[in-house]
């Protein structure tokens, strides 16, 4: 398995009219493909396996839940 860096990203909510923060963390290709912005000092090094199909992160334990 190779390693890959993720990061925490914000984008832009439309009906909200300001930039959230998004509940999973991506490589800075998808971040930069879905014109988003990288969160600094939010970069997180996975396993690539971890990824799914497009280049998201999905951590199974987020902030303490299940």
Known sequence: ?????????????????????AGYKATREWIAR?????IPDSEEEI???CLDGTGRYFPAN?????
């Open 1 to 21: 398995m190779a390693k890959i860096t993720v990061h925490s990203f914000k984008v832009f909510h439309a009906m909200k009219g300001e930039y959230v923060e």
């Open 34 to 38: 879905a014109g988003g912005e990288v």
């Open 47 to 49: 396993d690539d396996i």
């Open 62 to 66: 987020k902030e303490g839940t299940d």
